[in-house]
T-cell receptor, first 114, second 111 residues
C-alpha cells in the first residue's frame, strides 16, 4: 500500500481481555517499529524488527506484551490481560534499511481499557 | 535514561515566524528528527539533522548543535494548518533506527 496501515483504528477492551493490533508496513521496508503514545506525550519505543527478526524488545513494558513479524512484513502486537495503564495509542512505523532514512508512521490504534 | 526536552505549548500568529527548541542529553547521538503530528493522526517527517548547521526545506528549517545538545525547528509564514504538535526525536545508536522522542510541543496558530 501507499503508507503504513494499522487496524483496528480504535479498540475498547475490558480489563483482563487479550488484544491483538495489526500493522501493515510499506512494501519493501525492512525495519518495523512499535511505539506507545500516551495522551499528551511523545511516542515511546516498544520494539524493533529487521525483517522477521526481533532485534530489540527493550521497550516492552512487561511480559504481557508480545510482538511478532513471522514473514518479515505484517506485524502483530499482542497485549495479554490488558490493564487500564495500557490505554494509549499504539503506533507502528516502518523504514528502509538505510539508517539515515526517516521512519513512516501509521495512524495508530487507540486502545482504551475499561 | 535518555532526556529530550521541548516546551509543552506555544502560540503564534498567522504569518509570523516561530522557533521551537529542543535540548537533549542522550547516551549517544546518530541524528535528530522533527516530526509534525496533527491530533489523532500519524506523525509525519519534517526534517533530519546529523551534522551541525541549518537545514532548510521550504517554510521549515531545522538547526543542530551537537556540542550543545540543542536543536530548533523554525517555521516561517505560519498558516492555520501549522497548528499541530511538533516532536523532536533522537536516534541514539548507529545501526538502530528506533527513536527517542520528546513530549512534543503543541503549537497553536491564531489569526
Amino acid at each position: 500500500g501507499a503508507g503504513v496501515s494499522q487496524s483496528p483504528r480504535y479498540k475498547v477492551a475490558k480489563r483482563g481481555q487479550d488484544v491483538a493490533l495489526r500493522c501493515d508496513p510499506i512494501s519493501g521496508h525492512v525495519s518495523l517499529f512499535w511505539y506507545q503514545q500516551a495522551l499528551g506525550q511523545g511516542p515511546e519505543f516498544l520494539t524493533y524488527f529487521q525483517n522477521e527478526a526481533q532485534l530489540d524488545k527493550s521497550g516492552l513494558p512487561s511480559d504481557r506484551f508480545f510482538a511478532e513479524r513471522p514473514e518479515g512484513s505484517v506485524s502483530t502486537l499482542k497485549i495479554q490481560r490488558t490493564q487500564q495503564e495500557d490505554s494509549a495509542v499504539y503506533l507502528c512505523a516502518s523504514s528502509l534499511e538505510n539508517k539515515n532514512t526517516e521512519a513512516f508512521f501509521g495512524q495508530g490504534t487507540r486502545l482504551t481499557v475499561v | 535514561g535518555q532526556n529530550i526536552d521541548q516546551p509543552t505549548e506555544m502560540t503564534a500568529t498567522e504569518g509570523a515566524i516561530v522557533q521551537i527548541n529542543c535540548t537533549y542529553q542522550t547516551s549517544g547521538f546518530n541524528g535528530l528528527f522533527w516530526y509534525q503530528q496533527h491530533a489523532g493522526e500519524a506523525p509525519t517527517f519534517l526534517s533530519y539533522n546529523v551534522l551541525d548547521g541549518l537545514e532548510e526545506k521550504g517554510r521549515f528549517s531545522s538547526f543542530l548543535s551537537r556540542s550543545k545538545g540543542y536543536s530548533y525547528l523554525l517555521l516561517k509564514e505560519l498558516q492555520m494548518k501549522d497548528s499541530a504538535s511538533y516532536l523532536c526525536a533522537v536516534r541514539v545508536r548507529t545501526g538502530a533506527n528506533n527513536l527517542f522522542f520528546g513530549t512534543g510541543t503543541r503549537l497553536t496558530v491564531i489569526p
